[in-house]
């Protein structure tokens, strides 16, 4: 996961501080997503941006120090990083699947045939409507117009 950017600013030494801090505290190793949310958790730490709408920051600021010494670019790289990893990895999967969807497919079919069906995820996940694409996704058959999202692009235009 570390390249030559997140080295120079640091976000490399931010992973392996913050995930050898987790293992000494949680019953469990950390995983990516501990690492992840602590070192969001961590950008709150310094100081807010001026002008900030009191509703925005951090209410904790006041009682926190900054004992980590994690500069606040180490942090916004690492975690830029890891929604990089996972977004590669989850569209990776989502795309390239080679998962058989059969019995989800008819799981959701029997469900569908008796009861009006809605999914929410917040895992962003795809498999639902490859087992059923005309599955209502709360949005217009035709779409909304404009231009669609692509995260990819978004990723692409990131500064580096």
């Given amino acids: ?3 030559t950017l997140m080295q120079r600013v ?3 030494v931010a ?8 293992d000494g505290y949680l019953t469990d190793p950390s995983n990516f997503e501990h690492v992840y949310h602590c070192a969001h958790e961590l950008l709150t730490t310094f100081t807010v941006t001026p002008g ?3 509703e925005f920051k951090p209410v904790l600021v006041p009682f926190l120090d900054n004992v980590h010494k994690l ?10 990083k890891i929604v990089e990893v996972i977004y590669s990895t989850v569209s990776g999967c989502c795309t390239s699947s080679t998962l058989d969807l059969g019995t989800f ?3 959701l ?3 569908r045939s008796e009861y009006v069906t809605r999914i929410y995820t917040t895992n962003y996940d795809d498999f639902p409507l490859q087992a059923c694409p005309d599955l209502y996704d709360g949005l217009p058959a035709g779409g909304i117009g404009g231009t669609p999202f692509r995260p ?3 990723l692409a235009q990131r500064k580096t």
Avoid at 15 to 22: D, E, G, P, S
Avoid at 71 to 80: E, F, I, P, Y
């Fill in 1 to 3: 996961m570390s390249d």
């Fill in 10 to 12: 640091g976000a490399d």
């Fill in 15 to 22: 992973y392996k501080t913050i995930k050898t801090a987790l």
């Fill in 52 to 54: 900030a709408a009191d």
């Fill in 71 to 80: 500069s606040r670019d180490s942090l916004q790289m690492l975690c830029g």
């Fill in 105 to 107: 497919e008819r799981f």
């Fill in 109 to 111: 079919e029997r469900i």
């Fill in 152 to 154: 990819g692009r978004l």
